[in-house]
């Protein structure tokens, strides 16, 4: 092996005792999730309702705390089916492990997707305000994604395809790495993944200035994923899937449908009526929000 500019030779797991032990990339993403949530939380309670209500109700935490808990099976549902899209000629073989999350992993692609809507529908049913805290969590979502590929530095999780290049990322610990061969040089994708997703936070600043943006009717969600896919796709030049469609490697396929599918939930949040004061029907003060 040549040796990498950027070489980390730490142990990524963390011994609380003679029998227990927890990996650090595990510490620090649950980190970064209570961070988000608090993010979350926070921006929720500064996304006041439309209309002249006095005062003007806000998002109350304990319906995130029931989005949250509907979003993990669409994050697991997705998350699976993303990875077996990605290595589909070996599910294809070999079909009854699919089901078999043991055998192989998840993908966030798809992960991200199925958890916003399994949460938008969990949110429905408890009647929390869903166009709203899909305004809210735009921010937050982004710093996850970032954050959490920042994280995977910690593991070597989401190492790219060898290169030779002064930037080249090796681990030479003890491990357990998350990347096969992680002791080869290598791109630093996590790295770069973070990197976008961070300009992505910066232009959906940017474009929060635009008024189908700024009114709070979810289209900051649309907006938010769909900068997110384009940062990704970009980076998955860099990994080690092999190509599937065409110069595109499967999940670059899958972002392009995503990103498809944003720009076209922007359309319709563009051509959705605004509400007005007028339109808004005025409340109560302890009248309980629907």
Not at 173 to 202: M, R, T
Request: hydrophobic letters at 55%; proline letters at 8%; glycine letters at 10%.
């Amino acid at each position: 092996m040549g040796p990498a500019v950027i070489s980390f030779a730490f142990d990524p797991v963390l011994k609380l005792g003679d029998t227990a032990s927890v990996r650090i990339e595990t510490f620090a993403l649950a980190v970064v999730l209570f961070v988000g949530i608090a993010m979350a939380a926070r921006i929720g309670r500064l996304t006041p309702a439309v209309g002249p209500y006095v005062p003007a109700p806000t998002l109350r935490p304990d319906d995130l705390i029931f989005i949250i808990v509907g979003a993990v099976p669409g994050a697991l549902i997705g998350g699976r089916l993303g990875y077996v899209a990605a290595h589909l000629d070996y599910y294809t073989a070999n079909p009854s492990l699919i089901l078999d999350p043991g055998k192989g992993g998840f993908e966030l692609t798809l992960a991200v997707p199925f958890a916003i809507l399994t949460g938008a529908i969990i949110a429905r049913l408890v009647g929390a305000p869903v166009v709203r805290w899909m305004h809210a969590i735009a921010f937050p979502l982004l710093f996850v994604l970032a954050a959490g590929k920042l994280v995977g530095v910690l593991g070597a999780n989401g190492q790219g395809s060898p290169i030779d290049l002064p930037w080249a990322t090796a681990y030479t610990g003890p491990g357990p790495w998350d990347s096969l061969g992680a002791d080869v040089p290598s791109h630093p994708a996590q790295l770069y993944e973070a990197g976008l997703v961070l300009v992505a936070i910066v232009l959906l600043v940017v474009v929060s200035r635009w008024e189908v943006i700024r009114r709070r009717d979810g289209a900051a969600l649309f907006a938010a994923v769909g900068l997110w896919a384009i940062a990704r796709f970009a980076v998955a030049f860099t990994w080690r899937d092999p190509v599937a469609v065409g110069p595109l490697r499967m999940e670059q396929a899958l972002l392009v449908g995503l990103f498809v599918v944003c720009v076209i939930g922007l359309v319709e949040r563009r051509r959705a009526p605004i509400i007005t004061f007028e339109d808004a029907e005025v409340v109560d003060e302890d009248e309980p929000e629907a």
